[in-house]
């Protein structure tokens, strides 16, 4: 038996008996549990950000790119902002329990659902150590135990995180099994997790496209996947174009390294000449490299001041992850919807306008988890949409969508009352 499949099932056993009692804790106990690690997580700064660097100045080392680099730092600031989700997330009400859809049947049986916790959630992610408490938070919150499987590349960070949340948990008298966190770093742990569908109730891979499609394809367990944003913005002929460009410099470069930032940028033929120059030059501050196709080329050109690159197939429906944006002059909204279905990934696309029938139609026909109207797609974001925090953003329609909430990592079961009731 390899020994760290061994830990692994064992661990599982642990999770899947915690589940249970997880299952029925009080709103009291798990607010405390959270308002505990959120005060560990500043009380226990110094531990964190050292194990940090460790994995950061490893991860530099072996040419780590920047959008991965960037997300796997920790500074006091973003530990701060971690902190701050987990207290919103206590601050939130709690969704177990919750009675709903309740109704009197013509024979006299009151039938309803009752909200339940998914029983224990598989965790597998790479490069991003504040997963590990967000996807905690939101398990304790919602009753779920919680099986975390982090990359090589943020062990030490993953790992210093998780002691931190069992610590916290156990002053309120929560079992750590509640929060597994498997430290061997060997990869067939991965291909083994995915069969374990007698403990695992759910998988939620967060990384890459490759690791996503490997767990989607793989898991004996339902998965919920997402995370790989290929997001458009969408300049119509009769947006404000101050407004615009504010927008889609927003979305751009506010965080370039997120999955909601903007990658492609269409343009309308109609403001082209007026509007492109605008944003090339805000973009041009920052070093943005636009990657544009002849219309937009012969426009921009002149400037040799831009970053200015011949767009190629490929660069339709790429998620850059970086100051990078393709950019294209659209004929019309319709060229623009189609453009978008060809080569968009579901997950945040954005019209300015201030035409309201093109806004509508925008949103009526554009097929994404979140579809904006004059808004930066940077706000598909949990705690941007009032969730506290977030698990990810699934790109999928079963059984969520978007960003993943308390709400959604919780069932429902049936409950039916009756008074001597049976079938004829």
């Known amino acids: 038996m390899n020994p760290a499949i061994d830990e692994l099932k064992k661990k599982a056993k642990v999770a899947k008996a915690a589940s249970r009692r997880m299952a029925y804790l009080s709103t009291e106990i798990k607010n405390d549990a959270l308002a505990n690690i959120a005060n560990d997580l500043l009380a226990r700064k110094d531990e964190i950000l050292a ?9 530099e080392a072996s040419k780590m790119s920047t959008a991965l680099l960037d997300r796997l730092l920790l500074t006091s600031e973003r530990l701060e902002a971690i902190a701050q989700d987990v207290r919103s997330v206590a601050a939130l009400p709690d969704p177990v329990g919750e009675i709903f859809d309740m109704r009197t049947m013509p024979n006299g049986l009151l039938a ?26 939101l398990c304790l919150k919602s009753g779920n135990a919680l099986i975390l499987r982090g990359g090589k590349e943020t062990i030490n960070s993953n ?5 931190v949340v069992q ?25 083994h997790m995915l069969t374990m569908s007698d403990t695992i109730d759910l998988i939620i891979p967060r990384g890459g496209g490759g690791l996503i499609k490997f767990v989607k394809e793989k898991a004996a367990m339902p998965v919920v996947a997402g995370g790989i944003g290929v997001c458009h913005t969408y300049v119509d002929r009769s947006a404000d174009l ?35 120059p605008k944003i090339a030059k805000e973009w041009a501050k920052v070093g943005v490299e636009m990657r544009c196709d002849q219309r937009a080329l012969a426009i921009l050109e002149s400037d040799p001041l831009l ?21 294209k002059v659209v004929d019309s909204l ?33 097929d994404a988890a979140c579809v904006y109207a004059n808004a930066s797609t940077r706000f598909t974001d949990g705690g941007q949409f009032g969730l506290g925090a977030e698990v990810g953003i699934s790109t999928q329609k079963m059984h969520a969508r978007g960003p993943l909430g308390l709400k959604e990592m919780t069932s429902y079961k049936w409950i039916i009352f009756g008074n001597g009731q049976v079938r004829p």
Request: charged share 20%; glycine share 6%.
């Open 159 to 163: 790992s210093t995180l998780a002691r």
């Open 112 to 137: 309803g659902r009752k909200r339940v916790p998914l029983g224990v959630i598989g965790a597998i992610y790479e490069s991003r150590p504040n997963v590990t408490i967000d996807i905690s938070s």
């Open 334 to 366: 319709d060229e623009a919807i189609r453009h978008i279905e060809c080569y968009g990934s579901g997950h945040s696309e954005a019209i300015l306008t201030r035409d309201y029938n093109a806004v509508m139609r925008f949103l009526n026909e554009v």
């Open 51 to 59: 194990a940090n660097q460790i994995d950061w100045k490893e991860a």
């Open 242 to 276: 101050a407004q615009a460009v504010a927008i889609a410099c927003n979305a751009k470069v506010q965080r370039p390294t997120v999955c909601n930032a903007l990658d492609s940028l269409l343009v309308h033929a109609d403001i082209a000449q007026a509007y492109l």
């Open 307 to 327: 970053k200015l690159i011949p767009a190629e197939e490929a660069d339709w429906g790429k998620e850059f992850l970086a100051l990078i944006a393709a950019v």
């Open 167 to 191: 610590d916290a948990i156990a002053k309120v008298g929560i079992s750590d099994g509640a929060v597994q966190f498997i430290l061997s770093t060997d990869r067939a742990l991965v291909t």
